[in-house]
């Protein structure tokens, strides 16, 4: 077993300072060929073939014994094994009796502000099998450049930049502060001056603490964006609010309704815009969980205290309780849905989609919202679905997270742009 570092995660997140096991023991990687060179044809790209698996295309689809040949850092072919030719000259690794995925993609997260930093977070979701994150508001624009960047063993950044809010003293100076439909209008501007790939804004009182962006100022700003060319995401807590943001052209939800039971209304308006997007991010579900797989990777102190704060709690059962109902009507609704986890944990994706399925999605439903749902969402087209001409993204795994959703947990290798990632 391989030990993670643990970081935190900021205020609302799911999980305290922790450490995350995942079994990629480099005696597996081994076994499995991933340190043993691939073979390196004509065209200088070496070629690696992984025979044997079920692979979950991304898309809904399930390949059993499929074959996923690898050029390069592209995936060259993917199909049934009857159905794929593999070059002579290829090295060829059996994953029979495993399971192989799409990377997650993460498209609500909040990075660290700088360099080293920043890579060390991509470095560490490449790890649990994340290829790409999307920092939502809290970034300064001086590293917006190492979007185009291609570093080994990382994820892939895409940010909002500095998001809009209202006043809001004691908390970070990074969003733009506005107060009037025309200072939102500025805000975007500069935003698309700096070539953000979206639009973030809040619309909430911190529970009361600060006035909200008012409908006129976020009508602005969608209004403005949308002129410019960009898309625009919301963080919200009430009905209310979303209903507005919806009326007004909002692109995407990134927190899903959290005062109350959504209603019919709400329903039909997502009915209406079938290409509006709702990230759940949804809360602690408030149960005592089993936390025997961290103790490998933990000290009895860490452990412990742990263990002290892993009780039932009521409140957050019935906080978790409606956004799960309002997750699974919508979702019941075909409302296009991705993954997203907030703060700043790199294995909260597996967390997320565990949470996911007990609100009553499938498993296959929740693999599709945090592969192609989220590539989509973040314009990668390369991404999300194990595909011929694709990035050559993925994860093996040693169960079938279809049987079970936290089988995405028990991860044997992660394949990133045609490398091992270790």
């Known amino acids: 077993m391989v030990r993670a570092k643990s970081w935190s995660r900021q205020k609302g997140d799911r999980l305290s300072p922790t450490t995350r096991v995942i079994p990629v023991a480099v005696a597996t990687i081994v076994s499995l060929g991933f340190l043993s060179g691939c073979a390196t044809p004509p065209s200088g790209k070496p070629v690696t073939a992984y025979e044997g698996a079920r692979l979950i295309v991304g898309d809904g689809r399930v390949i059993e014994n499929a074959t996923l040949v690898v050029e390069g ?5 993917v199909g049934r094994a009857a159905d794929v030719r593999v070059p002579a000259d290829a090295t060829r690794v059996s994953v029979a009796g495993k399971t192989v995925m799409p990377m997650l993609i993460d498209t609500h997260v909040h990075l660290s502000s700088g360099r080293e930093a920043l890579v060390r977070d991509l470095q560490r979701r490449a790890y649990y099998g994340v290829s790409a994150a999307q920092s939502l508001g809290t970034d300064g624009y001086e590293l ?18 500095r998001g809009i809010t209202m006043q809001e003293p004691g908390r970070t100076t990074v969003p733009y502060w506005v107060g009037t439909p025309a200072e939102g209008r500025k805000a975007v501007d500069e935003l698309a001056a700096h070539k953000v790939d979206i639009v973030k804004i809040w619309v909430d009182t911190r529970d009361g603490k600060y006035k909200k962006v008012t409908p006129e100022i976020y009508g602005a700003i ?62 602690p579900r408030g149960v005592k969980v089993d936390l025997g797989w961290l103790q490998p990777s933990l000290s009895a102190d860490e452990l412990a205290r742990l263990e002290a704060a892993n009780t039932d709690r009521s409140v957050a059962q019935a906080f978790y ?15 296009r849905i991705t993954l997203g986890t907030d703060g700043n944990t790199p294995w909260g994706p597996h967390d997320e989609m565990q949470d996911m399925v ?3 999605m499938t498993p296959m439903q ?10 989509e969402f973040l314009r990668l087209a390369d991404a999300g679905t194990l595909q011929a001409g694709k990035s050559a993204d993925f994860i093996v795994l040693d169960a079938n997270p279809l ?7 028990r991860i044997s290798a992660v394949i990133l742009r045609g490398s091992a990632v270790r």
Do not use: C, W, Y
Not at 245 to 274: N, S, T, Y
Not at 366 to 375: L, Y
């Open 73 to 77: 850092d592209k995936i060259a072919q």
């Open 321 to 335: 309780g409606i956004q799960a109902r309002n997750l699974a009507k919508l979702n019941a609704a075909g409302v």
């Open 403 to 409: 049987e079970d959703i936290t089988n995405t947990r």
């Open 358 to 360: 007990i609100a009553g």
């Open 222 to 283: 969608i209004d403005e964006a949308h002129k410019r060319g960009l898309r625009v995401t919301a963080h919200i807590f009430d009905l209310e609010d979303a209903k507005g943001l919806i009326r007004a052209g909002i692109d995407a939800l990134a927190h899903g309704v959290r005062d109350r039971d959504i209603d019919d209304e709400l329903v039909a308006m997502f009915k209406q815009r079938p290409n509006l997007v709702l990230t759940p991010n949804l809360p």
């Open 366 to 375: 929740v693999i599709v919202a945090a592969t192609r749902n989220s590539a």
């Open 144 to 161: 917006l450049g190492m979007r185009g960047e291609t570093i080994p063993g990382t994820a892939r950044f895409r940010s909002a930049g």
